[in-house]
């Protein structure tokens, strides 16, 4: 059952990687694959960290996360 939850995420996460490639102009620089790899990684440890009563560094990286979305976003208009 996990496996399945997994896969059906993973095709979630693999269709709207998809698309963003497509509307961002990402092309090679960030394959779909790895893309959908890293978000699952990160996912699972993120939620590790916090049931383990860690967030050193959390907080900095979700803030990156999304500067970097929003530079995307910028150059997509400036397009």
Request: hydrophobic residues 45%; proline residues 1%; negative net charge.
């Amino acid at each position: 059952r996990v496996a399945h939850v997994n896969a059906e995420w993973r095709a979630v996460l693999r269709q709207a990687y998809e698309g963003a490639a497509q509307e961002y102009g990402l092309g090679d620089a960030f394959p779909v694959e790895a893309l959908v790899a890293m978000t699952m990684t990160f996912g699972q440890g993120f939620a590790l960290e916090r049931l383990e009563g860690i967030d050193e560094g959390h907080g900095e990286l979700l803030d990156w996360i999304e500067r970097w979305l929003m530079s995307l976003d910028r150059r997509r208009r400036t397009r």
